[in-house]
């Protein structure tokens, strides 16, 4: 769990430049300048269709700007380098069928030459409550089992940067404390992460605020919530208000 | 926690050995769940209805031999058209690698192994040779069906003809599959593909116009009709043929690091989808995935706008008057009919004035393949019936797309003060009309190919009957239930195969008919309007199977 190597450590962990990206006529990210430097915990808000998700990709490398750059510790968006030290948790669990999720554990970490995955496999499972299913196929799993073996294959591998797009989603509460906690636990080895979310208790633990509104960046700063509102249009009023009664 | 890039040159192996350790556990977890029983099984029925196919194939071929006339423009010519054949499958493969085809993968791959730390184009070399495989191989069979069709009717040696069309099917597979991952690896932008595109079914234009053979495409043709030519023609025009498309394929694989995320995360999204809709035969959503696989989207701007419709005081087009003042009542107003049918008919031409440029052409395409197909069954290729048929039930299901949009949202038909029959049967009036515009183009190619007085007159008088019938058949595909038959596969497939079988015997019976009775002296015309005659009974009677079937399906009754 360790820092290895701190190599682009003096970079920003996340620069943008000039970045924007449209879908045909549709603009969905304006020109975008923004650093997240190593260590930060940036909550993204925004209502939907605001542009947090396409900013997610585009630094994941799964979708490329129109215009401008970006960059990770250095390395282009989508370059092996920064595909290294980039770690994605999408809004929706991707996961192979045929492959129980020790399997799919094994396979991340491999890929990411994660030599010490045995060890802290069990380390990720049990405190998300999945040291039971780790033999079993994704099929059998509920939307917030799905959410949270999600969260764990981010978490398997070792990063400088972890996206995390509504990762809260689907998550009761005890496991939405533990995710807080894991992304404290990575800001305080030295890795940014950058939340995206409709969910108070993001903001009033993240280091930095990002709210967007149609592809805008309107505020940039710290997070507090009256601050925030008053930068978000009247209909993004209810953003930040109050907490969202969990569903599932 | 922190990640090392710093030496990821080196990790490379490492990783790769993870994902090759990988797939070899899935194949053994896929080896485990497959009932050997039942793969060998479905390989006997296989095997069984194949050789019975290709006996019935060649059996059908019992026909005429070409003349010295059609000879002598098959050695002028033929290398050259062919050519053109490759061109325009070379140009179907750029459009689709600008697209992003190709190559489907899964989503986990996209997430987990695209993002990887990993050489994108050795994680997907292993996919894109199976697709050139497997491409290569469905060509060698095509190739082998277009070699028994030769050696029935050209002469040369069997073996020879077999080898060939196996090379020259497989080569054509190839090449299109290597341009579309040459255009989707190397990020060809879309104005540049139709360049290319237009280039290389020019240059294969011109060889056929100067009865010459200098495109590779052309050189493709060669080898193709190697046999005819073998004895005044060295093979080294084939060859270089040959040369170019291993090129391309080479091109196609050492280009896949540059594939474009975004497009392979969107198709794996639809390939998922697809499958499940082949799996249960839902015809529809196999055409509307595959449409947006294609990204053929209708245009945002229609080719042409429809005035508004004005409401009951509108100008009639026509108004006849008694001669003693416009004050009496006219003996005669037209106007435009207004109503239901009349909004029915507008919905439609909105719909095809929304057609993609792509759309537009391969309708044209198909029904001029119509066209020359039963120009080749009238010269006595019996088994182009088959093509022909196919090509006209492509089309028609293009053109019945208005009545699939009214099947996709069963509420807002049930709330129409129209019974949904009724509705549905009012649809089939505008597709109609587009339809007999392709039997006009299959009449216009045939004419340009040289077909006789007798066939034209045949193709202009099925013209109507088949549009019906083929509409009426695609219409009643859509709106097949995927899910009615599914603890009886067999009803299933009767469901699935039945409208096809129904236009490949509209449109084969009439032609055979009329060939058979020019033959004998007899008028095709005639033959061909009594047969007509009861395609158009069928089609009545599968229109209004098609009302009552959807109609039955509504959810709210009134």
Known sequence: ?248 | MIADASGWGANQASSLQALRDLRSARRRHYAAQVDWIEAGYRLYLGVIFGGWALALISGALADVRVDSHALAQIHQRGAAALGLLVAVAVAAGLRSGGRGGPLVLEAPDVQHVLLAPVDRGAALRGLAVRRLRTAGFLGVVLGLVAGIFAFRRLPGRPAEWLLCGALFGAAVAVSALSSALIASGRRFHRAAIWVLAALIIGWSAADWFGERVTSPASMLGALALWPLHRANASFVLPAAGLVVVTGAAVLGLTGLAGTSLEAARRRAGLAAQLRFAVTTQDLRAIILLRRQLASEIPRRRPWLRLAPPDGPQRRPWLRLAPPDGPQRRPWLRLAPPNGPRNAIWRRDWQSFLRWPLVRVLRVGALGALAGLSLLAVWRGTTPLVLVAAFALMVAAFDAVEPIGQEVDHPTLLALLPVGAGQVVRQHLRAPTTVMAGVGLIAAVAAIVAGAPAGLIGVIVVMTVPTALLSLSCAALSVTNDPFAYVLAPELGYFQTGLPVALVVIGVGGPVLLARQAARHGASPVGAAVACELAVFAVSLAVMAWLGSRVAARVPVRS
């Open chain 1, 1 to 248: 769990m360790t820092a290895t190597d701190r190599g682009g450590a003096d970079l920003p962990a996340l620069a943008a430049d000039g970045l924007r990206r449209e879908y045909d006529d549709l603009l969905a990210l304006a020109p975008l300048d923004l650093e997240v430097g190593p260590g930060e915990l940036v909550a993204l808000v925004g209502s939907n269709g605001a542009g947090k998700t396409t900013l997610l990709t585009l630094a994941a490398g799964l979708v490329e700007p129109s215009h401008g750059t970006i960059r990770i510790c250095g390395a282009l968006a989508g370059s092996l380098e920064a595909r290294a030290r980039t770690s994605y948790i999408p809004d929706t669990p991707v996961f192979y069928q045929d492959l129980s999720l020790n399997e799919h554990l094994e396979y991340i970490a491999r890929l990411h030459v994660a030599e010490d995955w045995r060890d802290r496999a069990p380390d990720l499972l049990e405190p998300l409550g999945l040291q039971q299913w780790g033999d079993k196929l994704p099929d059998q799993f509920s939307r917030g089992m799905r959410q949270k073996a999600s969260i764990a294959l981010g978490f398997i591998r070792p990063f400088s940067l972890l996206l995390a797009d509504e990762p809260f989603d689907g998550l009761d509460p005890p496991s939405r404390t533990v995710l807080v906690e894991m992304l404290q636990a990575a800001t305080a080895d030295g890795a940014a992460v950058i939340v995206s979310t409709h969910r108070t208790e993001v903001a009033d633990f993240s280091s930095r605020c990002l709210a967007l509104h149609d592809g805008q960046l309107v505020y940039d700063g710290p997070p507090d919530r009256s601050i925030i509102a008053g930068h978000l249009p009247p209909q993004d009023d209810g953003l930040l208000a109050a907490d969202v009664p969990e569903s599932g």
